[in-house]
Every structure is written in C-alpha cells, then in structure tokens.
C-alpha cells in the first residue's frame, strides 16, 4: 500500500521493517556519538543504505537538527533549542530556577536540577556558585555516572529498574540508607576535591520523584547541613509546583 511505503523503508533486507523515523533517529545518535561525521562513516553505523541515509540527513539540515560543517555532518541547533526545553514535568523548570538561585548565592556552591537518562544523571538546570572549585563548574546538559549523588538518590527511589545493568552487591544496604536520610553523597567518590549531595525533587507526595536537587562543593563544605538546605529548596519547589 502507499501508506505503508510511505512509512517504512524497505530497499534492503537490513532496512526492511523500519520506520523513517526509527531512521532518521538512529542518524542523529550516530552524529551525537561522532560529534562530526561524514555520509559514509554514519551510514555504517545506522546501517542503513547509502542514498536512504543520504535522503534522511538532508532533510534533517533542511529542519536545522543536523547541520553540514566541511563536507561532514554534526548536530543543529533545533536539537539544542529542543533539548533545552525539554523536563520531566510542566513548570518544572521554571519553578525550580529561582529557588537553586538563591541556594547558589547563599551557600556559595553550585546547585543543579538532574534526571536519570540512559543510566546517567544529567543536568537539567544549573545555578553556579562563587566558592565551587573549577573542577567542579558543571553545565546544562553535562551528564555524570549515576553513582553520583544526584542519581544514587534518583535510582534508591526507582529500584533497579532504572538501571540498565546489575547494580553493586552494596547497593541494596546503601539505597536503604539513602531513602531513609532522604539525602544521598559524594564524597570525593568520582572526581578528586569535588564532593556533592542530592534530595529528591516531587511533584506530588507519595509519587517518585520527577528530578534531583544537588548541590556540588569542596571537602571544606559540611554536606549534611547542605543536605539540609537542597532539602528546605526542594520543598519550596515542589509547593510551588503543585500551586500551578
């Protein structure tokens, strides 16, 4: 039928079955994961034909989510005015930029709003502090290990699921402390002087949380009264979202 050829492509046995879609979003994971990448190198990746892979990555530059840089081909910045918008709630975002503000200016250190995204936790938000340490500058959109305290506190809510590998034989010992101080830590634990600390973020009682609040500062810093302060911020945000 049209409609169907219309949908999936199908001019070989290896593309049979999938969608332009699945496609044209397997091409722009290949150009992520190459950073810049010429037709030949990301239709090996995708593998996908040569002339479909072709097709799909100009009509890609033609909605400005990849674009040609020197004969390759790198992402747009559609994806970037996309990617920016994007939170796991409405409101979330804006409710949560003023409140991380004043914490950052207060305590001095850098505070964040993190989710979990394919095992990692990335940065959703991000309100610097004058006293972090520049190893410790962070950045919308950077992604950290999950053992991070902004993703420990996520993954001891959400159970194993949220993983897509074996979790450590200690895990089990240390999310139940986690859930039970309502707080998780990094002591230096991924990157030498850096420590950080993270509540969760909910949108409403009971239900699992929407992000991460961490707060990212040196060894000179005490975490638990940090701890403290992101928890007081997290409910400021969470009242404000159930407001709206």
């Keep these: 039928?049209?409609?169907?050829?219309?949908?999936?492509?199908?001019?070989?046995?290896?593309?049979?079955?999938?969608?332009?879609?699945?496609?044209?979003?397997?091409?722009?994971?290949?150009?992520?994961?190459?950073?810049?990448?010429?037709?030949?190198?990301?239709?090996?990746?995708?593998?996908?034909?040569?002339s479909t892979a072709h097709r799909l990555l100009e009509q890609l530059v033609e909605l400005g989510a990849v674009e040609r840089h020197r004969g390759n081909y790198r992402m747009g910045p559609q994806m970037f005015y996309l990617g920016r918008r994007w939170q796991p709630h409405p409101g979330l975002l804006s409710a949560a930029r003023q409140p991380i503000r004043a914490l950052a200016?207060?305590?001095?250190?850098?505070?964040?709003?993190?989710?979990?995204?394919?095992?990692?936790?990335?940065?959703?938000?991000?309100?610097?502090?004058?006293?972090?340490?520049?190893?410790?500058?962070?950045?919308?959109?950077?992604t950290w290990p999950w053992r991070t305290a902004a993703g420990k506190v996520l993954v001891a809510a959400a159970g194993p699921a949220a993983l897509p590998g074996p979790l450590p034989e200690s895990w089990a010992r240390e999310a139940a402390g986690i859930r039970a101080r309502g707080a998780a830590f990094d002591r230096q634990e991924l990157v030498a002087g850096v420590c950080c600390t993270a509540v969760p973020l909910h949108g409403w009682p009971g239900q699992a949380p929407l992000a991460s609040l961490c707060v990212v500062t040196d060894p000179a810093h005490h975490l638990e009264r940090l701890a403290e302060a992101a928890a007081r911020t997290a409910q400021v945000i969470s009242t404000e979202l159930r407001r709206r």
């Design 105 to 142: 200016e207060l305590a001095g250190v850098g505070v964040g709003i993190c989710v979990l995204w394919k095992g990692q936790a990335q940065v959703l938000e991000w309100a610097p502090g004058k006293e972090v340490e520049p190893s410790a500058v962070t950045h919308r959109g950077m």
């Design 1 to 50: 039928m049209a409609t169907s050829a219309a949908v999936t492509m199908t001019s070989s046995p290896g593309a049979a079955g999938r969608s332009v879609l699945e496609g044209a979003f397997g091409l722009l994971e290949a150009v992520e994961r190459a950073g810049e990448a010429g037709l030949t190198r990301l239709t090996v990746e995708c593998g996908l034909p040569k």
